[in-house]
Structure formats: C-alpha cells, structure tokens
C-alpha cells in the first residue's frame, strides 16, 4: 500500500514537471505577489496553467486523503493547487458523510490555502456548499481572523448562497469587512456584491446606499462594475 501511494504521488509531482514553463514562472510570481513584504512572500511556481492542473487532477480522484494532505502541504503552488481541485471533485461526487470529511480537512488546512486562487476555485464549491444548509458561524469566525486567506474564504465561500438566492450572510459579512486594510478583501467582497446585484439589483443598491460612503474605492468600483456609467458615476462622486 505505501509503494503504490508513493507512486500516485510520484506520477503526479512527474506529470507537473513535464508541464512546467520556466518561462511563466517569473511572470506568475510577479503576478500573484510573491516578493519580499508581499502577501505571498515566498511562494514557488512551476509555471503550469490553471486548465494543465485541473487536466492533471481529473486522473487522480481516487487519490486518499493522506496523499492530498502531502500536496496540499507542498511547497509548490500547483501542487497544492492540483490537491485541492482534486478534492473539489470528490466533494461533488460524495454522500454527506464523505462531504463532511473532505470540509473538515479544508478548513484544518487552511494555512495551505494561501493564495486568492487557491481560496477562489474552491471555497465556495465546499465551504459555501457543505455549509449551505446548516450553522454557518464559521464564516464569521473566518471573517475576524487575522488571516488573510481565511477572511478571503468566508466572503468567497458565500458565492454559494448568493447561487441559490441567498444574500443575507454575504451582506452580514460584507459589513465586517468594509474596514479591512488589504486590496485583496476589497475586491473579494465588491466581487460578491457584483455577484448580488446581477440576481437582484435592488438588494445590492439597498446595501450600497446605506455602506458606499465608508467603503473602499476598489470595493465599491467592483460593486458597481456593472452599472450604467450615469449611476456608477453618482456613486463614484458620492452623488447618491
């Protein structure tokens, strides 16, 4: 059992290798804010696209839970990437017990999930799905850490609800947020009120009315990306 595990994983860490592009790895650690004193300091790259990582997953979704802590835990992006596509499908296929588990081994590792795509291409599909219909406190618990990644997924996970109709936790936590110093958060949250306004446009201008005064630009810009210019200028110059 542990040769054949430690061949999974060593088939996968082979497959990413073969798809790796020096070439884009410099570009990708510019882009994703890799540098000294940058909210990823330090985080590697292979040079892999997104769709090549997600090709890769779709051959190992029988991979344990064991094997995907070790790639969850790598210090290679796409490794811990790959780990969590992987689960995102599992997730999908599993009964509620299997579910369970796969989001308790989320949210227990999140310390790995340190980087806004990796919190992008799965919080909602697991955190914001398992926690859809029950208590949901964890969101915001997650929404007054200190932790970047994890204030990142409570707002994100609620892309969720926002599918299914549901704005109230999004507006709740939008609220804890609104004063939040880091870029990051600010277009996470406009992201999610965008989202909003696109199912039900009163309820985002409901809540932009009473909070885009005290937002931050970028937050607000995000919010109202989709506006007619005429309105998302009052907005902008505060005319509202």
Not at 92 to 114: F, G, P, R
Request: net charge positive; aromatic share 12%.
């Amino acid at each position: 059992m542990v040769k054949q595990d430690k061949s999974k994983l060593d088939q996968i860490k082979h497959l990413l290798q073969a798809n790796a592009d020096k070439a884009k790895v410099k570009i990708l650690q510019s882009f994703f804010k890799t540098g000294k004193g940058q909210y990823a300091q330090g985080d590697i790259f292979l040079g892999i696209t997104v769709p090549k990582t997600r090709k890769i997953a779709k051959q190992f979704l029988d991979l344990d839970k064991e094997e995907i802590i070790e790639l969850l835990k790598s210090k290679y992006h796409e490794q811990r990437l790959l780990a969590l596509l992987i689960l995102v499908e599992q997730f999908k296929i599993s009964d509620h017990k299997v579910k369970a588990q796969i989001y308790k081994l989320y949210i227990k590792h999140t310390k790995y999930i340190n980087n806004w795509d990796l919190v992008d291409l799965t919080a909602a599909k697991i955190v914001g799905e398992f926690l859809f219909n029950t208590e949901r406190d964890l969101l915001y618990k997650f929404a007054r850490s200190k932790n970047l990644w994890q204030k990142r997924i409570s707002i994100v996970a609620t892309y969720y609800f926002i599918r299914q109709d549901d704005f109230e936790d999004t507006f709740e936590i939008a609220k804890i947020l609104l004063k939040d110093k880091h870029d990051l958060i600010h277009k996470a949250v406009g992201w999610m009120l965008r989202e909003i306004g696109k199912r039900d446009l009163l309820k985002e201008e409901y809540f932009l009315r009473k909070h885009y005064k005290n937002m931050p630009r970028i937050m607000l810009r995000y919010a109202i990306e989709k506006f007619p210019q005429n309105i998302r200028l009052k907005y902008l110059k505060s005319q509202i």
